[in-house]
């Protein structure tokens, strides 16, 4: 008879507070074979990874449990980052066809900006997949603010990365979320402070975390866990 094969499931973890982790996340670490968790260089730690540690620490002894850590380089070089991708996608799909479940978890959403997306891609033809959410990092920011993210019918508009679309964005939003602002900021000032009417600008470094940080105005830090919400009072 021949053995099914695994489900690759794509779990949330949250912006970095192990306790914001879902139950439905947090019962599955518990008890899933395998768990994959990428990390951008050798020799350097998962944040995600760290994340579960409170729940999977009880797992330390077992047997059954096996962590896989492929290294996700931080480049924008496409054919190294296709060459990690793909090495990685065949390293989990040796556990799927042994029929063992795997976890592959990711910061915040697996939905949203998520290194799970090009596994999955890679593997959704072959395999069972399952996505949990997460908590994902700008909601958990405007919690860390205690401000409202949108209100009534305000336009919201999320923003990876600054291209030749952002003016016109500016004028069409009224709050905004750009990601990984520490890359950009003197950019994105110039951007901003040409918009006309009021503004208001926070920015939250390592959300949720120990050393979390917010401050009004772009950040003066290059942590790459940086997260600004623009508010535009047009």
Known sequence: MRKLKGK???IGVGPGDSELITLKAAKLLE???IICSPRSAPGKKSIALSIISPIIKNRKEDENLK???PV???TENEKMLEKHWDEASEIIATHLNKGKDVAFITLGDPSIYSTFTYIQTRLENDYEIE???GINSFTACASSMTKPLVEKDEILVIIPKIDHRMNSLLK???NFVLMKTSRNTEELE????EEEGKKEIISVEN???ENEKITEGFPNSKSYLTTTIVKLKK
């Open 172 to 174: 069409e939003g009224d």
């Open 8 to 10: 690759l499931i794509g």
């Open 72 to 74: 996700f380089p931080m």
């Open 207 to 209: 959300c949720t975390m």
């Open 190 to 193: 110039n951007m901003i402070h």
């Open 31 to 33: 008890k899933i074979p």
């Open 131 to 133: 996505m949990i959410p």
């Open 67 to 69: 962590i896989l850590e």
